[in-house]
Structure formats: structure tokens, C-alpha cells
């Protein structure tokens, strides 16, 4: 039997986790119980530098039940590098992990049907959202766009699906062998291969407490993502440099001939017009090669993703 640790990143969540952690003990039992996993199965909370009592609720789980493990950061690092910090963990000791939000917003109930499939032989599960229902239309419109937006980019990200997912200890191995810093991680997953499979499951509404993704580090999110995984925004400012400077040659052209046959221009508005079009597109582009050159120079510094304060586990 195969052993599977929950990966569950948790940045000021004391609201949650005592249920939370109910829930997620009784379906590891229930699996245990039904020799789907051994009993070395562990449900791992990483705690990202949480503010409250999150690391306090999470030794106290461990005392009462070996069950749960846990991991504390020296920092707050954030979702995707609490998540990294979790997974590489969890590989040392599990045949599978599987990842997923401590708010219970990535329906529990699905837990069952990756362990399904990864004891078919799959290596990487991908739970994806049938209904986007629970979020708000914005949040809906926005992560259609920006999913839309990746595709166009080149990137191979699975639509509607976040980071609820099982992977196994040889796909982890091989995520372990990307050594970028800015993570992205499922971004960085599609490209590791394997055999993968798919699990439709409810988003539901967060269980307590608010959002530790508000608008301003969404839209962040998503220009890492972008980012991280082409290089084609500047393509296409190369594209658009070129087109604008044809058009002013075939401007300068006209120009010429309305001069050479006399007639005065007193064009205002085109000249408005290019001032401030151009100095915007100008704008734009610097903008976009200074996300790069930006995260060029946090990529060559190789800092360390995470910093482990301590581990609970108990064999
Ligand atoms: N999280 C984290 N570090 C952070 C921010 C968030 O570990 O700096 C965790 C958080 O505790 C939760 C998960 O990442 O388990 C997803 O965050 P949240 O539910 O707030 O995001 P949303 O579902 O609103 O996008
Ligand atoms: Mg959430």
C-alpha cells in the first residue's frame, strides 16, 4: 500500500484549521481503514509565517494525533513557496502527495478519487473546477481571461485548475530539478509529463476567515505566471515597435506630399495624438522589459525558495 501525505500551505488560518484538520483525519481513516493508503499516511500543514496561532493549533495537532505533521517556515513566503516547501517534504517520506488549500475550499470529498487514480499508475492528478458558481462573476470573467491569455502566450496551463492536485514521488523528483524562484507551480507541473489524469470537483465558498489573495496580489499572480513561462509579451512589442514605425515613414510620406503640393498642414490632433500614443506605448514596453530584467536579476541571485524552521513528524 501506497503512502500519500496532504500538502496544506496555511497563512494565518486559525479559524479554520480545527475543522479542517477534522475533516481531513477522517478521510485519511477512512482510506486507511479501506487499504487505499497505509498508515503511514500524514496530513501535512506548512505553516507560512503565520501572524496568529496557526503554528500553535498545528504542534497541538500533532501531540494528540501522529497523524498530522507539521512545517513550520522561518518566514512568510508565500502560497506557492509554502506549497514547495510542503511538497519536497513530503518526498522524502510519501509515494504521493496531493496539495491543497487549507480553507476547504478544494472539495475534500474529491481526495478519494486521486488516490484512485494514482493507485492506476497515474503520476499526476489535476483537480480542475467544474462549476466556478461560489466566485464572484469578476473573479470568474478575470481567471477566464487570464487562463485565455496563458494559452495565447504559450503556456500549458490546465484551465480551472489551481493547485489541488496529487503528485508522485517521481513526478516531485522532477519538479525538485526546476530551479527557477519564481514558482509558478502550475505552470511548472504540465511540463514535467508523465501520465495524468483528471478530477472534476465543487469549489466551494471558504469554510472561515478571508482571502489571503486579494485583488492587487492576484493580478501579481498573474503576471508571474505570464511571465515566468514566455517570453512572447516581448515579441510582441518587438511586433508593435515595428508596426508604429512603419506607419510614421508612411506618415512622413504623406506629409511630404501634402507639403510638396502646397498645402499647409495644421494637423494639432495628429500631433497630440502621436505624443501621447507613442509615449504610452513606450511606457508599455519599458514596462514589460523591466518585468523581465527584474526577474532576471531575483533569478540569478538563487536565493533559497523557503527556510525550514522545524519539522513535527512522528514515524
Ligand atoms: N497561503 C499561504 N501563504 C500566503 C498566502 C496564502 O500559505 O502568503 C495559503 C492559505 O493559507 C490557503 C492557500 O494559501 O491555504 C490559498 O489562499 P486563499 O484561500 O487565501 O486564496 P484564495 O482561495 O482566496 O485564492
Ligand atoms: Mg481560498
Not at 519536497?88 to 475550499?105: G, R, W
Not at 540569478?300 to 524552521?309: A, D, G, M, Q
Request: glycine share 8%; with cysteine.
Amino acid at each position: 500500500m501506497k503512502t500519500v501525505w496532504l500538502v496544506i500551505p496555511c497563512y494565518n488560518e486559525k479559524e479554520v484549521l480545527p475543522e479542517t484538520s477534522k475533516q481531513l483525519k477522517q478521510i485519511m481513516q477512512d482510506l486507511i481503514k479501506k487499504e487505499k493508503i497505509s498508515s503511514e499516511s500524514r496530513v501535512a500543514f506548512v505553516n507560512d509565517g503565520s501572524k496568529d496561532t496557526t503554528w500553535n493549533i498545528i504542534s497541538q495537532l500533532h501531540e494528540e494525533d501522529p497523524i498530522f505533521v507539521g512545517i513550520n517556515l522561518a518566514h512568510n513566503k508565500g502560497h506557492q513557496n509554502a506549497l514547495f516547501a510542503g511538497l519536497m517534504t513530503a518526498k522524502e517520506y510519501a509515494d504521493a502527495a496531493i496539495s491543497l488549500d487549507a480553507d476547504l475550499q478544494d472539495d475534500v470529498g474529491a481526495i478519494e478519487e486521486f488516490i484512485d487514480k494514482f493507485n492506476e499508475g497515474k503520476d499526476i492528478v489535476y483537480g480542475v473546477r467544474s462549476a466556478r458558481t461560489t466566485d464572484t462573476k469578476f473573479k470568474r470573467g478575470t481567471a477566464h481571461a487570464f487562463y485565455k491569455l496563458m494559452k495565447m502566450m504559450g503556456a500549458d496551463t490546465i484551465e480551472d485548475h489551481a493547485d489541488y492536485r496529487l503528485m508522485s514521488k517521481r513526478a516531485l523528483d522532477a519538479l525538485s530539478e526546476y530551479e527557477e524562484v519564481n514558482l509558478f507551480l502550475r505552470g511548472m507541473v504540465p511540463m514535467i509529463g508523465f501520465e495524468t489524469d483528471v478530477v472534476y470537483y465543487q469549489r466551494h465558498e471558504r469554510f472561515a476567515g478571508e482571502s489571503k489573495y486579494p485583488l492587487g496580489k492576484m493580478l501579481s499572480f498573474a503576471v508571474e505566471g505570464i511571465t515566468s513561462f514566455s517570453t512572447k509579451p516581448i515579441r510582441m512589442i518587438t511586433g508593435l515597435g515595428f508596426f508604429i514605425f512603419s506607419v510614421s515613414i508612411a506618415l512622413l510620406i504623406y506629409f511630404l506630399i501634402v507639403w510638396a503640393l502646397g498645402y499647409t498642414v495644421t494637423g494639432w490632433t495628429t500631433i497630440v495624438i502621436s505624443v501621447w500614443g507613442i509615449g504610452g506605448l513606450q511606457l508599455l514596453a519599458l514596462g514589460v522589459i523591466g518585468e523581465y530584467i527584474g526577474k532576471t536579476y531575483l533569478e540569478v541571485k538563487k536565493r533559497p525558495r523557503y527556510k525550514i524552521e522545524s519539522i513535527l513528524y512522528t514515524k
